[in-house]
Protein backbone atom coordinates (compact mmCIF):
# COMPACT_ATOMS: atom_id res chain seq x y z
CA UNK A 1 0.00 0.00 0.00
CA UNK A 2 1.47 3.12 -0.90
CA UNK A 3 1.39 6.42 1.60
CA UNK A 4 -1.89 7.73 -0.27
CA UNK A 5 -3.71 4.55 0.42
CA UNK A 6 -2.27 4.07 3.77
CA UNK A 7 -3.38 7.67 4.91
CA UNK A 8 -7.18 6.98 2.83
CA UNK A 9 -7.59 4.11 5.08
CA UNK A 10 -6.42 5.90 8.31
CA UNK A 11 -8.42 9.27 7.15
CA UNK A 12 -11.82 6.76 6.88
CA UNK A 13 -11.22 5.18 9.98
CA UNK A 14 -10.83 8.77 12.00
CA UNK A 15 -13.45 10.12 10.27
CA UNK A 16 -16.08 7.15 10.38
CA UNK A 17 -15.29 7.23 14.50
CA UNK A 18 -15.82 11.56 14.95
CA UNK A 19 -19.00 11.64 12.43
CA UNK A 20 -21.62 9.48 10.97
CA UNK A 21 -20.35 9.26 6.96
CA UNK A 22 -22.76 8.84 4.65
CA UNK A 23 -21.52 8.97 1.14
CA UNK A 24 -24.36 9.39 -1.75
CA UNK A 25 -23.78 8.48 -5.49
CA UNK A 26 -20.42 7.91 -5.75
CA UNK A 27 -20.74 5.78 -8.37
CA UNK A 28 -21.24 9.26 -10.37
CA UNK A 29 -17.39 9.38 -10.28
CA UNK A 30 -16.36 8.29 -14.11
CA UNK A 31 -13.71 5.51 -13.74
CA UNK A 32 -11.14 6.80 -15.64
CA UNK A 33 -10.28 10.04 -17.49
CA UNK A 34 -8.90 13.28 -16.46
CA UNK A 35 -11.89 14.67 -13.76
CA UNK A 36 -12.20 18.14 -12.27
CA UNK A 37 -13.55 17.16 -8.84
CA UNK A 38 -15.15 20.41 -7.45
CA UNK A 39 -17.05 20.54 -3.86
CA UNK A 40 -18.51 23.35 -1.21
CA UNK A 41 -15.57 24.15 1.24
CA UNK A 42 -17.14 24.08 5.27
CA UNK A 43 -14.28 22.77 7.12
CA UNK A 44 -10.38 21.41 7.43
CA UNK A 45 -11.65 18.28 7.21
CA UNK A 46 -13.12 18.53 3.75
CA UNK A 47 -10.09 17.34 1.56
CA UNK A 48 -9.50 14.42 3.47
CA UNK A 49 -13.12 13.48 3.55
CA UNK A 50 -13.75 13.97 -0.45
CA UNK A 51 -10.44 11.99 -0.27
CA UNK A 52 -12.32 9.33 1.34
CA UNK A 53 -15.37 9.32 -0.83
CA UNK A 54 -13.68 9.23 -3.66
CA UNK A 55 -13.08 6.01 -5.38
CA UNK A 56 -10.14 7.18 -7.31
CA UNK A 57 -7.02 9.37 -6.03
CA UNK A 58 -7.44 12.91 -5.82
CA UNK A 59 -4.92 15.50 -6.24
CA UNK A 60 -6.06 18.73 -4.60
CA UNK A 61 -4.15 22.15 -4.26
CA UNK A 62 -3.25 23.18 -0.78
CA UNK A 63 -2.54 27.18 0.31
CA UNK A 64 0.81 27.62 -0.06
CA UNK A 65 1.19 28.55 3.48
CA UNK A 66 1.08 24.84 4.89
CA UNK A 67 3.76 23.97 2.96
CA UNK A 68 6.24 25.95 4.75
CA UNK A 69 5.25 23.49 7.71
CA UNK A 70 8.19 21.59 8.46
CA UNK A 71 6.31 18.31 8.81
CA UNK A 72 3.81 19.09 5.99
CA UNK A 73 6.01 19.95 3.35
CA UNK A 74 7.55 16.45 2.30
CA UNK A 75 4.55 14.96 3.58
CA UNK A 76 1.53 16.62 1.31
CA UNK A 77 3.30 16.19 -1.78
CA UNK A 78 3.34 12.45 -1.54
CA UNK A 79 -0.40 12.92 -0.58
CA UNK A 80 -0.79 14.72 -4.03
CA UNK A 81 -1.36 17.96 -2.78
CA UNK A 82 0.31 20.46 -4.24
CA UNK A 83 0.70 24.48 -3.60
CA UNK A 84 -1.28 27.17 -4.95
CA UNK A 85 -0.76 30.92 -3.43
CA UNK A 86 -4.00 32.79 -2.91
CA UNK A 87 -5.33 35.96 -3.69
CA UNK A 88 -3.17 36.09 -7.07
CA UNK A 89 -3.07 34.23 -10.43
CA UNK A 90 -0.79 31.43 -9.52
CA UNK A 91 0.27 30.00 -13.20
CA UNK A 92 2.50 27.26 -11.95
CA UNK A 93 -0.43 25.56 -9.91
CA UNK A 94 -2.46 26.27 -12.80
CA UNK A 95 0.06 24.87 -15.28
CA UNK A 96 0.26 21.50 -12.38
CA UNK A 97 -3.34 21.41 -12.27
CA UNK A 98 -4.06 21.13 -16.30
CA UNK A 99 -1.26 18.30 -16.77
CA UNK A 100 -3.27 16.62 -13.61
CA UNK A 101 -6.43 16.47 -15.94
CA UNK A 102 -4.74 16.20 -19.11
CA UNK A 103 -3.08 13.08 -17.90
CA UNK A 104 -6.36 11.57 -16.86
CA UNK A 105 -6.26 11.84 -12.89
CA UNK A 106 -8.84 13.49 -10.71
CA UNK A 107 -8.16 17.32 -9.81
CA UNK A 108 -10.00 18.17 -6.86
CA UNK A 109 -10.85 21.34 -6.18
CA UNK A 110 -13.15 23.69 -3.70
CA UNK A 111 -13.94 26.69 -6.03
CA UNK A 112 -14.76 29.20 -2.61
CA UNK A 113 -11.11 28.99 -2.18
CA UNK A 114 -11.53 29.44 1.18
CA UNK A 115 -13.79 27.88 3.83
CA UNK A 116 -17.41 29.55 4.86
CA UNK A 117 -17.97 30.32 8.01
CA UNK A 118 -21.46 30.33 7.89
CA UNK A 119 -22.21 26.91 6.28
CA UNK A 120 -23.62 28.90 3.56
CA UNK A 121 -21.80 27.94 -0.19
CA UNK A 122 -20.51 31.38 -1.32
CA UNK A 123 -19.78 32.20 -5.07
CA UNK A 124 -16.82 30.83 -6.70
CA UNK A 125 -13.58 31.92 -8.18
CA UNK A 126 -12.38 31.87 -11.56
CA UNK A 127 -10.23 29.31 -11.11
CA UNK A 128 -12.56 26.43 -11.21
CA UNK A 129 -14.01 27.75 -14.49
CA UNK A 130 -10.53 28.04 -15.90
CA UNK A 131 -9.78 23.93 -15.68
CA UNK A 132 -12.86 23.43 -16.69
CA UNK A 133 -12.87 25.44 -20.18
CA UNK A 134 -9.47 24.77 -20.91
CA UNK A 135 -9.20 20.62 -20.29
CA UNK A 136 -11.79 18.11 -21.62
CA UNK A 137 -12.15 16.57 -18.11
CA UNK A 138 -15.28 15.75 -16.91
CA UNK A 139 -16.55 18.33 -14.16
CA UNK A 140 -18.37 16.69 -11.25
CA UNK A 141 -19.51 18.64 -8.58
CA UNK A 142 -19.83 17.63 -4.85
CA UNK A 143 -21.70 18.61 -1.79
CA UNK A 144 -20.37 18.53 1.80
CA UNK A 145 -23.27 18.63 4.54
CA UNK A 146 -23.32 18.68 8.02
CA UNK A 147 -21.93 20.23 10.53
CA UNK A 148 -18.87 18.34 11.47
CA UNK A 149 -20.35 17.62 15.29
CA UNK A 150 -19.30 14.28 17.25
CA UNK A 151 -21.42 11.95 16.01
CA UNK A 152 -23.58 13.88 13.75
CA UNK A 153 -24.66 12.70 10.22
CA UNK A 154 -22.28 14.29 7.52
CA UNK A 155 -23.24 13.57 3.79
CA UNK A 156 -21.20 13.60 1.09
CA UNK A 157 -23.06 13.46 -2.20
CA UNK A 158 -21.74 13.53 -5.77
CA UNK A 159 -23.73 14.75 -8.73
CA UNK A 160 -23.66 13.90 -12.32
CA UNK A 161 -21.17 15.23 -14.76
CA UNK A 162 -22.16 18.86 -15.42
CA UNK A 163 -22.48 19.83 -19.35
CA UNK A 164 -19.81 22.00 -20.39
CA UNK A 165 -19.42 21.27 -24.43
CA UNK A 166 -21.76 24.62 -24.99
CA UNK A 167 -19.68 26.57 -22.68
CA UNK A 168 -16.30 25.37 -24.35
CA UNK A 169 -17.83 25.99 -27.66
CA UNK A 170 -18.97 29.34 -26.67
CA UNK A 171 -15.47 30.95 -25.20
CA UNK A 172 -17.51 31.53 -22.05
CA UNK A 173 -15.50 33.39 -19.69
CA UNK A 174 -13.43 31.36 -16.13
CA UNK A 175 -15.98 33.03 -13.96
CA UNK A 176 -18.67 32.07 -15.91
CA UNK A 177 -18.10 28.64 -15.57
CA UNK A 178 -17.33 28.57 -12.37
CA UNK A 179 -20.91 29.81 -12.06
CA UNK A 180 -22.11 27.02 -13.59
CA UNK A 181 -20.55 24.48 -11.38
CA UNK A 182 -21.72 26.73 -8.44
CA UNK A 183 -25.16 26.24 -9.57
CA UNK A 184 -25.04 22.55 -9.52
CA UNK A 185 -23.31 22.31 -5.85
CA UNK A 186 -26.36 24.62 -4.39
CA UNK A 187 -28.98 22.60 -5.99
CA UNK A 188 -27.26 19.14 -4.74
CA UNK A 189 -27.39 20.29 -1.37
CA UNK A 190 -30.63 21.98 -1.65
CA UNK A 191 -31.59 18.03 -2.76
CA UNK A 192 -30.13 16.06 0.06
CA UNK A 193 -30.21 18.17 2.92
Not at 72 to 83: E, R
Not at 87 to 108: C, E, F, H, N, P
Amino acid sequence: MNLYGFGKTLCRTLLNGLYHVEIIHAEKMPADGGVLLCANHIHNFDPPLVGVASNREVHFMAKAEIFHVPVLKSLLPKLNAFPVKRGMSDKSALKTGLQILRSGKVLGLFPEGTRSKSGETGEGLAGAGFFALKSDAAVVPCAIIGEYKFRRKVKIVFGDPVPFEALREKKASAQEATSLIMEHIKRLKSEHA
